[in-house]
């Protein structure tokens, strides 16, 4: 049973991302959870492995397998059944013993940000008590990376993600918007006159890869780098902006 639970941004990947809130929340947790995702993922619960250690925590440490989605299923009732298995991975890994102290878990990006953490951590019974450590957003990361500001002067920025836009195309009314979660690279599917891309993958990591450019002559190229990066590493994780013509 978990009464505490920690939720520790981890950023983009880097150990430079993690807040300073966030490594003392390492350092003063009892137990650390470490999901394993497998299929050549090794390196994901690597990077985790290395941030612990630059915290210089003394927590135990736990890994648990990640369960993987029904391919089957509808998306929303996919996702749900995975967050359940979620879960109840993380019980099972924990034992009937419960911690001496709380227990904590490192997320990519920031917790409140197209994460579900939280949503899985309200499937548990009974409920721990939440404590919520922001880091490094990949949209702070990608704007930096490409030393751009994320909205114009006054102007609105949409986020949402590869689904969404796919399904949806370009929200009405938007001026910029951010996208996450595209594995199907949707941006290429879009009518590409007058619209500027900045995409990046592992951002604030040795491996960074930026490209930006109009869409039209940038689009083939990103993909290109994409494949390319994912074949190399058995994942990637990458977001793009864009932003119309009128605003850039």
């Not at 920031?110 to 309200?122: E, F, W």
């Not at 918007?177 to 599917?189: N, S």
């Not at 007058?194 to 930006?212: D, R």
């Amino acid at each position: 049973m978990i009464q505490d639970l920690w939720l520790i941004g981890i950023g983009t990947g880097s150990p430079a991302h993690v807040t300073g809130e966030g490594m003392q929340a390492l350092r003063d947790a009892a137990l650390i959870l470490v999901p394993q995702k497998g299929d050549g993922k090794d390196d994901l619960a690597a990077i985790r492995h290395g941030i612990i250690a630059a915290s210089g925590t003394g927590a135990r440490m736990i890994a648990f397998d990640y369960p993987v989605r029904d391919p089957d299923l509808p998306y929303q009732e996919r996702v749900a059944e995975w967050h359940d298995q979620i879960a109840l991975r993380w019980q099972e890994a924990l034992g009937d013993a419960a911690p001496a102290g709380p227990v904590a878990l490192l997320v990519w990006g920031d917790p409140s940000l197209y994460d579900s953490t939280m949503r899985i951590a309200a499937r548990l019974a009974p409920p721990p008590r939440l404590r919520v450590v922001p880091g490094i957003t990949a949209i702070q990361a990608l704007t930096a990376a490409h030393a751009i500001p994320l909205n114009t002067v006054n102007g609105p920025v949409q986020i949402t993600t590869g689904r969404r836009l796919g399904r949806h195309g370009w929200p009405e009314g938007a001026e910029t918007v951010v996208v996450m979660l595209d594995g199907a690279c949707e941006f290429r599917h879009l009518d590409p006159e007058g619209m500027t891309i900045w995409w990046g993958a592992f951002l604030g990591m040795p491996e960074q890869i930026l490209h930006h450019g109009t869409l039209a002559e940038a689009s083939g190229r990103i993909i290109a780098l994409r494949d390319a990066a994912r074949a190399e590493h058995g994942w990637i994780m990458d977001t793009y902006m864009l932003r119309k013509a009128a605003a850039v």
